[in-house]
């Protein structure tokens, strides 16, 4: 796929396409990368949050992987399962939303100072209107930070992550950002030798 390109829309269509909130009904108290690559995240994080006031994790869990020493005072989490949400100890406010069929987030513009969406970007079927929704309630200048890796759930996952090699999938996660009127559009391999490959792509709003 070229910049000035369309992605076709085929590479947004799944395997299951029955409503989300049947796949998330139940929690699942696991982790979905190597406790290597976990560390590797918590450890970009560890600049990326730092001196933040308000945090967004979307699609998030009962886990966001942030360091222990974050000095916000909101951390709010977004995702499908009320109580993986009830448990993450790092959020401070949490919403249960299923943005494929409801992309506009529930909060107000210019809120957040950083945004981030780990290990879940591949669900997303309408990402194009989640980022325009990001760059919404990121405050000027506030940060979106998408962290990728290898595994997902086959069914759900939209095509383009099932059949595309990882450096057009995240070819296409940078499209997303530039679409959406992202500047400074960066892509950093933090992968750990041996373990769960990270791949993350970065933008300012
Ligand atoms: C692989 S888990 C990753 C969870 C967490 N971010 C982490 O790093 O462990 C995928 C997450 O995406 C969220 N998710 C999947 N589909 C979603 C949707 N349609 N709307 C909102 N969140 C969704 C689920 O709630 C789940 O928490």
Redesign the pocket.
Known sequence: MSESTQPPANWFTREDESA?EH??AEA?F????DQAT?FA?TDYYRQFLANADAII?????????YPEELTAHIVTG????ED??AHNRQLTHWA??????TPVLPFASDTYDRA?????IQ???QPLAVMAEVRRVLKPGGKICI?MSH???PT?AISAFVKLPPEERVRLVMFYLTESGFSEVEFSDQSPNGFDPLWIVSGRA
């Open positions: 989300d796949f998330y699942r696991v982790t979905h990368i976990i995240l994790d979307l699609m998030s869990s009962w886990v966001s992987h977004l995702g499908m399962n993986e949400l249960v939303q299923n943005l494929n069929r981030t969406i780990a290990v879940s669900y997303l079927t962290a595994r997902l759930f759900k």
